[in-house]
């Protein structure tokens, strides 16, 4: 209410501006559209869309809020986690959100226990709690989306019947369930906008009722017109001339892309993924859950009396004298401090295996225009010699960009990038404060040893995704493509002409590519400017007073171009 209240009274600001021209051309406009007639029209299939090389013709899951709203809903719902339980299984499953229960009463046991614990750090109490919020909020974010995208261009209102609405409304068993059957937790899932909405009058709610039947509607015929215009345009319809390799010989069939894509998949399914990164994860989650206790080892432990020590002794240094609330705390967090760190870094393998399935995506595509290689991979192969295979092409490479998980993976690599920019500013503040006893501290040491992890992630992560983009952005195919072109014309004289257009369109086609390149790309992700640079800065800065503090001059790395 309070948006709409601000848009009217900008739009009042604006009409002081406003002459008698600008009035009547808006009038004009107005009523000029109603008035026009009209005749039923088709969608051109034999044309393409900048939308097509870009990506976005084959639509993904987007949220359906906004990431503020979405942050705010996955915190209530970890920090009330018995109350949306049932969410919760809807979401995972009952086994898993059963254990999820089991570690929010441990977290809650763990923090009665730490104010009677003397010799627990922190860290141990307050890591796992921030773990398990960062993975509920990550875990709302990748399930609350939409799963069709419409068109922007529906007829977007149609009168009919209350009762013709009801035959034509989705099913509401088949749509999910609310967050809680308690109205009282779901108004603390809304916005103070949300609330006062809700406060309406009856004729308020008569127009909300009639707005919702038109919705509805409109939702119907929107899922109609995608699907002619899906029958219409689809470049899935159009069919290539391609070369297989069956039993070594050499034959010819005409595909398309979605058959191409399916073997392209199919050879991506064949590999088999490494283990190396999971391995590692394991190792990561082993040494921060033990962190705790070798610390405590490591100051009270002395050496030179080491051999003489039993182990009863190695285990009270490094777990404290004999007490069932201390010994309950450390397992607890113990148990914790496995699970959601393991988890957290499974998360981490996840995205790491689906960055490299990006990958192997792009390096099949790049074998297409390539016998040799198209005949190793067994895959197709087909030449860049019509417009037809040129725009085929363009299909190919924007329906494999779009394949496999997006949103979901790029909200986990967003998580990860951020909790490392946020560790490195704790440490290179903590270096700052107190550097001579910065290894004094559990809790640094804890920060390290994440921040190493997520480094060799995110540099596993940028190291793929840059991979991913020069395969896709390569333009040696098409300055190949161009020369096998001159060739023809030197062997066909009489098709000059004709392969001299198609090689204009691969010189378009060059150009195009490079215009839709996003210069800010981070690990693979196309991210915000702004953003962009004052990470750079903020990171670089603080690197630069670390250095500037400890080796007792004054260097300024943010002013250094990348």
Known sequence: MKTIIKLLLLLQIGAYDQQVWEKSLEQADLNGLDSKPKKTGHIKSDLIDVDLVRGSTFSKAKPESPWTALTRKGLVRVLLF???????????????????????FLQVAAVALYLEVPGACASEVFGPMCLL?????????IVSTESSRWPSGVGASIKVK??????????????????????MWEELLQGPDSASTASSDSEGNGRYNAGMVKLDVIYCVSFQNQLSWLQACHPSKDRVS????????????????????????????????????????????????LLPFVFRLAQRLDMS???????????????????????????????????????????MCVAERTYKQRLLFAKYFSHLTSARKAKKSEIPHFRLKKVQNIKMWLSLRSFLRRRGPQRSVDVIVSTI??????????????????????????TNWELLVWASSLILFLLRLATLGSETNCKYSNSSVLLTEQINLYLKMEKKP?????????NNVLKLATKLMKELDTPFRLLGLTVNPLIYNITRVVILSAVSAVVSDLFGFNIRLWKIKS
């Not at 951020?418 to 550097?435: T, V």
């Not at 009489?494 to 198609?502: A, F, G, Q, S, Y």
């Open 242 to 289: 391609a070369i297989i390799w069956e039993q070594g010989e050499c034959k010819k069939a005409d595909m398309s892309v979605l058959e191409i894509s399916g073997i392209i998949l199919t050879r991506v399914k064949l590999v088999e993924q490494g283990m190396g990164y999971l391995m590692l994860g394991g190792l990561m989650t082993a040494t921060l859950a």
């Open 133 to 141: 919020l960062l993975l509920g909020t990550v875990h709302c974010q």
């Open 305 to 347: 009396s080491l051999c003489s020590l039993s182990l009863a002794e190695v285990v009270e240094m490094a777990v404290g004298p004999p007490d069932v609330q201390a010994y309950a705390f450390f397992f607890i967090t113990t148990v914790q401090r496995v699970c959601l760190i393991g988890l957290f870094f499974f998360m």
């Open 494 to 502: 009489n098709k000059k002409e004709e392969l001299n257009i198609v």
């Open 162 to 183: 209350p009762r013709e609405v009801e035959r034509l409304r989705p099913n509401v068993g088949s749509r999910p369930a609310s967050d809680t059957d308690d109205t």
């Open 417 to 442: 990038f951020l909790l490392a920019l946020s560790i490195s500013f704790i440490i290179c503040a903590q270096l700052l404060h107190s550097h001579e006893t910065f290894l004094e501290s559990m």
């Open 82 to 104: 018995p109350f949306f339980f049932h969410w919760w299984i809807q979401v995972t499953s009952r086994s898993i959100s059963s254990c999820i229960l089991v570690l929010y």
